[in-house]
């Protein structure tokens, strides 16, 4: 059974910085694309971030492009987000996801592209 489990998410201030992670179990981040989303409250799910097979490239949303980072760790079997001088419209719950399919180059942005999905961590910004 495949899980994916997010961390990190907490309250912190504009401007300040969070790193959320993902952890995987029943299967690896090495051989799938992955992605962030988030979705605030009375809102749809957004795409935020996502990388193709091995996170050589990466592809953002407007939103968050040159604040948000995304990253593998293969050792670890960890996915990460690193996101840099936060605003108070990030606020949202964020997900990691694991592509449904095997794309070397491709980098996938639409839910429906991603199979597995974690359960959620709250980023909440204050102004």
């Known amino acids: 059974q495949v899980q994916l489990v997010e961390s990190g998410g907490g309250l912190v201030q504009a401007g300040e910085s969070l790193r959320l992670s993902c952890a995987i179990s029943?299967?690896?981040?090495?051989?799938?694309?992955i992605g962030w989303f988030r979705q605030a409250p009375g809102k749809e799910r957004e795409f935020v971030a996502a990388?193709?097979?091995?996170?050589?490239?990466?592809y953002y949303s407007d939103s968050v492009k040159d604040r948000f980072t995304i990253s593998i760790d293969n050792a670890k079997g960890t996915a990460s987000l690193q996101m840099n001088s936060l605003k108070p419209e990030d606020t949202a719950v964020y997900y990691c996801?694991?592509?449904?399919?095997?794309?070397?180059?491709?980098?996938?942005?639409?839910?429906?592209?991603?199979?597995?999905w974690g359960r959620g961590t709250q980023v909440t910004v204050s102004s």
């Open positions: 996801a694991r592509a449904r399919s095997q794309y070397d180059y491709y980098i996938p942005r639409r839910p429906d592209e991603f199979e597995y």
């Open positions: 029943g299967r690896t981040f090495s051989d799938r694309a």
């Open positions: 990388c193709n097979r091995g996170c050589g490239s990466t």
